[in-house]
């Protein structure tokens, strides 16, 4: 299985700012998912980056609040942007099993954020 | 549209009883099931997942989970609860091969009690 390495592990950021969260996988994968699991939540599914395209958003989600970077098959980047206390959640980043068919899919320890 | 559904949001069970984590879910198609387990201040862990085949699916950890398609649910067991199973297990689910958007039920909190 994938390996899957996140960063920053946690950060405190202030309202209106921006924080850019890294992701980093051991191989190449060819989707990457983002997703939010906000306290005492759910994950709920951000958006679908692939390699060379745009980012599939879901609904609820658009690309100037979460803008998502995908330059290569082992990294991708999501942006919270113009931060505000309801945006304080665990962002984790995920990839697909190399065998699409089963959909495993594999996560990141996560980024906890907290908006003052 | 698909759902999951994990009716508990706590269970408490002692230590050396089988445990049970109850899952339903309203997927179109045949649907993929997984069980993934967090604990506390890491990240999701795969535990099992069914796609076709035999209903009762082993996992990590000892766990298994039983698919029964009459009555919609991929319920998560273990004959024998550890105080280390304590964590939050999440059912999800997708509509099949090509899908890849989990849908993830709100999470079950276990207990295991020593």
């Known amino acids: 299985s994938a390996v899957i390495s996140q960063k920053p592990s946690r950060d405190i950021c202030q309202r209106g700012t921006s924080l850019t969260i890294q992701c980093q996988v051991d191989s190449q994968v060819t989707m990457m998912f983002w997703y939010r699991q906000q306290p005492g939540q759910s994950l709920t599914l951000i958006a679908t980056a692939n390699q060379g395209s745009e980012a599939t958003y879901e609904s609820g989600f658009v690309i100037d609040k979460f803008p998502i970077s995908r330059p290569n098959l082992t990294f991708s980047t999501l942006t919270v942007s113009n931060m505000s206390p309801e945006d304080s959640s665990i962002y984790l980043c995920?990839?697909?099993?190399?065998?699409?068919?089963?959909?495993?899919?594999?996560f990141g320890p996560g980024t906890r954020l907290t908006v003052l | 549209a698909q759902s999951v559904a994990q009716p508990e949001d706590q269970v408490n069970v002692a230590e050396g009883n089988p445990l049970t984590v109850k899952c339903t879910y309203s997927?179109?198609?045949?649907?993929?099931l997984f069980w993934y387990v967090q604990y506390p201040n890491r990240g999701l862990q795969f535990l099992l997942k069914y796609i076709t085949g035999d209903n009762l699916v082993k996992g990590s950890y000892g766990f298994e989970a039983e698919f029964n398609k009459s009555q919609t649910s991929f319920h998560l067991k273990k004959p024998s609860a550890l105080v280390s199973d304590s964590a939050l297990y999440f059912c999800?689910?997708?509509?099949?091969?090509?899908?890849?958007?989990?849908?993830f039920g709100k999470g079950t909190k276990l207990s295991v009690i020593p």
């Open positions: 999800a689910g997708t509509s099949g091969a090509g899908s890849y958007q989990l849908t």
């Open positions: 995920s990839v697909e099993d190399g065998d699409r068919a089963h959909n495993e899919q594999f």
């Open positions: 997927v179109s198609g045949n649907p993929y």
